[in-house]
């Protein structure tokens, strides 16, 4: 491998490419989400990190002092893994805790062999496509993406709920998913929710009557433990 890391490219395996990739994937990545899908104990995490951190394939950032450094690719690092329809992803307190939540997940999910598109992948397949073929259509006329894609014929969404939305907001959202699961757009879809969000997505699956479409079930306790707590 050769490039403007100089030797430091020349450490980097092929391994450490395809965990690139989920890296730049998810787009801002904990370093114990990296870990859990590499399956790799905290050492050899530390190595890899090192040997793409030097090459300069992904920035390390610690944002708050209570949690665990984020890695993100760079523009080369997403050039490097062929990802080149992915865009560098931007780092905020504001969003770390569902991105962090997310990319646990994700690693849960496909280190049980299941097949994921992220919310990334998705934003740049329908703006590669020009059309929002896998989002869904809220009143208003505006749209609505899920976190995670697992792929299938037809596809199922995967939705991460941390937080209580407004009734009237949630209500939208989910008679939407009804809707695209009756219509054959989706096979199901799937809450992930906190214990916070999970009473609350539960009733506007009632109030909505989806409860054949939309499946709903608390995060992998896991998935919690290692998501950054900002208080």
């Not at 904990?30 to 300069?56: F, I, K, V």
């Not at 009804?178 to 214990?195: G, L, M, N, P």
């Not at 306790?221 to 290692?226: G, H, I, S, Y």
Request: proline share 5%.
């Amino acid at each position: 491998m050769e490039g403007s890391g100089g030797e430091a490219w020349s450490r980097v395996s092929a391994r450490d490419v395809e965990v690139l990739e989920f890296v730049a994937r998810f787009g801002v990545v904990p370093r114990s989400a990296m870990a859990s899908w590499a399956g790799t104990a905290r050492s050899m995490t530390l190595r890899r990190e090192r040997r793409l951190r030097e090459a300069g394939l992904v920035e390390v950032r610690k944002l708050w002092p209570a949690t665990e450094p984020v890695l993100t690719a760079t523009r080369d690092g997403l050039a490097v893994c062929g990802r080149d329809d992915l865009r560098v992803a931007l780092v905020s307190l504001t969003t770390l805790r569902h991105f962090s939540v997310a990319a646990h997940l994700a690693a849960d999910l496909e280190s049980s062999g299941e097949q994921l598109l992220s919310e990334r992948e998705l934003l740049a397949h329908e703006r590669a496509m020009g059309e929002r073929d896998l989002s869904v259509r809220l009143p208003g006329a505006s749209h609505h993406r899920p976190d995670l894609i697992a792929l299938g014929e037809p596809p199922t969404a995967i939705e991460v709920e941390l937080s209580p939305k407004g009734s009237a907001r949630l209500d939208q959202i989910v008679a939407a998913w009804k809707a695209a699961v009756e219509k054959r757009r989706f096979a199901r879809v799937r809450y992930c929710c906190s214990v916070e969000a999970l009473p609350y997505v539960k009733r506007s699956v009632d109030r909505t009557e989806a409860g054949g479409q939309v499946e709903v079930g608390l995060l992998p306790q896991e998935c919690l433990n290692a998501a950054p707590q900002l208080v």
